[in-house]
């Protein structure tokens, strides 16, 4: 290695150690020697990766294998069970399938070892017993699982049946095999996704490395499956655009899936697929062709969407009682709904950009808080990507009105479908604020940063984002350690 690269080694590793120093205080005092343990394993595992990506040319698809493997395996196991983002609720949720003792009954009888688990934020004796559906506490913040599809948790739903169903083996073996099943194959496709993408790769490779990210596809949770499947789409959309071939049969029928898919774990981001009109016409055998595609994939997309919602409307009634009188509210008062609407985003887009890369107050049940200056600097990282590759979508004004209409319309209605359910139960009917939005919600969206043009990529040393990337996801991993 050259001299400076040794220089850069060396200062990066006097950081590593700067800011293991600094956690050794934190950690608290209880279990103090593992944590300090862990602490030290961390810090040198992210000196390897740093030291490897510099030493070794490696392609992009394998720098995101080898960092999301190793600080997805690490948070599998340091998140405290049940301390994901709503992981109690949608653990339950995928518990209930195998268990008919309340899969379809109020949600209200919860089996007690849930409950007991998700208190503690270290391992203790309760881990280790087995889930006890005689055995069962009344709690109502379960009742919302009701309106989850079974298809947002298809990667758990193996592991679920084989150690709970079958061996019935404690909650700890459940939890972590769920998990691990669960982050393993989201790892795959997000690795085979970076590695189709045409352009962009290192965009989607921090996108997909952005700690509430992580965090999220290492806990159970209802978001992975339906990311992955915008993810995989866009893809699959932009490898299409950026090729000198038409769409496949293949392609057709993948985007179709994809598509019901994610009709079925949230709706509003099928909305997404209505970009395969900004496809070129010469990608079809006739413009003939491209509508009829796009009209059949549409109207699979509608007939989904009806199925799904008369599956969950009553259960979203029972949830959510005040649904009825907070929608007849936005009916009689549309504009002072729209006042609604623009106060809460405006004043709470800094928060949402926060909460988009490290959660900021969402991670770990609201026990962990990052500076917002990471976020700030995420974003840059994030940002800077986009200009790497030289990257030219050409959209006329009718195409660039349609991905305006899209995008708002999916911001406007995840923002109304808080407003209706979760305000509208919790706060009051008619309140000047929507309450619930959180940033994790918005990372779909950012995969329509791809249409941010760049005429000439920027010169830039990757290898340094690549360490900001690793540092920052160390530095979430230390805090979580810390708790």
């Known amino acids: 290695m050259s001299e400076k690269k040794n220089k850069n080694i060396l200062l990066i590793i006097c950081i590593y150690f700067f800011i293991c120093v600094r956690y050794f205080f934190l950690a608290p005092t209880r279990m103090i020697a593992s944590k300090l343990f862990l602490i030290t394993i961390v810090t040198y595992l992210s000196i390897f990766i740093t030291i490897s ?13 080898i960092l999301g493997l190793i600080f997805g395996l690490l948070l599998v196991f340091l998140i405290p069970l049940l301390h994901g983002i709503d992981e109690t609720v949608h653990f339950y949720k995928v518990y209930s399938f195998f268990n ?4 379809n009954a109020t949600y209200d009888n919860i089996p007690k070892t849930i409950i007991d688990v998700s208190h503690y934020n270290y391992y203790n004796n309760y881990f280790l017993k087995s889930i006890d559906n005689n055995d069962t506490v009344v709690s109502e913040e379960f009742i919302g699982a009701k309106l989850y599809s079974p298809i947002s948790y298809l990667f758990y739903l193996i592991p679920m049946f084989i150690f709970q169903k079958l061996i019935n083996a404690n909650i700890f073996c459940i939890i972590i095999t769920g998990r691990l099943f669960g982050f393993l194959l989201w790892l795959i496709i997000s ?3 970076i590695k189709i993408i045409p352009k962009r790769k290192e965009f989607f ?18 978001d992975l499956l339906t990311n992955l499947s915008v993810f995989l789409f866009i893809s699959i959309w932009y490898n299409i655009y950026e090729s000198d071939r038409k769409i496949t049969k293949k392609e057709i029928i993948l985007i179709t899936i994809l598509g019901i898919i994610s009709v079925f774990c949230k709706v509003v981001y099928a909305l997404l697929f209505f970009i395969i009109l900004l496809l070129p016409d010469e990608k079809f055998t ?4 491209k509508i009829f595609i796009s009209l059949t994939i549409f109207g699979v997309l509608v007939i989904s969407a009806f199925i799904n919602l008369n599956i969950v409307g009553k259960d979203m009634i029972e949830a959510y009682p005040s649904i009825a009188l907070q929608k007849n509210f936005i009916l009689s008062h549309p504009f002072q709904y729209l006042f609604i609407f623009n106060k809460t985003l405006f004043i709470n887009f800094p928060l949402y950009c926060f909460q988009f890369i490290t959660g900021y107050d969402t991670m770990c049940q609201n026990s962990i808080n990052i500076n917002s200056y990471i976020s700030v600097l995420y974003i840059v990282i994030i940002g800077l990507s986009l200009f790497f590759d030289e990257s030219i979508i050409y959209l006329n004004r009718k195409s660039k009105l349609l991905l305006f209409v899209c995008i708002f319309a999916i911001v406007f209605i995840l923002f109304t479908s808080l407003y209706i359910q979760w305000t509208g139960t919790n706060y009051g ?7 619930g939005i959180q940033g994790r919600y918005f990372i779909p969206l950012a995969s329509l940063l791809i249409f941010v043009n760049c005429n000439k990529k920027i010169n830039v040393n990757k290898n340094y984002l690549w360490t900001l990337v690793i540092l920052i996801n160390y530095i979430v991993t230390l805090k979580i350690i810390c708790l």
Request: aromatic share 22%.
């Open 100 to 103: 008919n003792t309340n899969s």
């Open 191 to 193: 690795t085979y996704i």
């Open 205 to 222: 490779a921090f996108l997909f490395l952005v700690p509430i990210s992580l965090t999220l596809v290492t806990t159970f949770t209802g």
């Open 286 to 289: 006739s413009k003939k062709s």
């Open 53 to 65: 990506f510099y030493h070794f040319k490696l392609t992009i698809e394998k720098k995101f294998f």
């Open 429 to 435: 009917i008619g309140i000047d604020f929507i309450y």
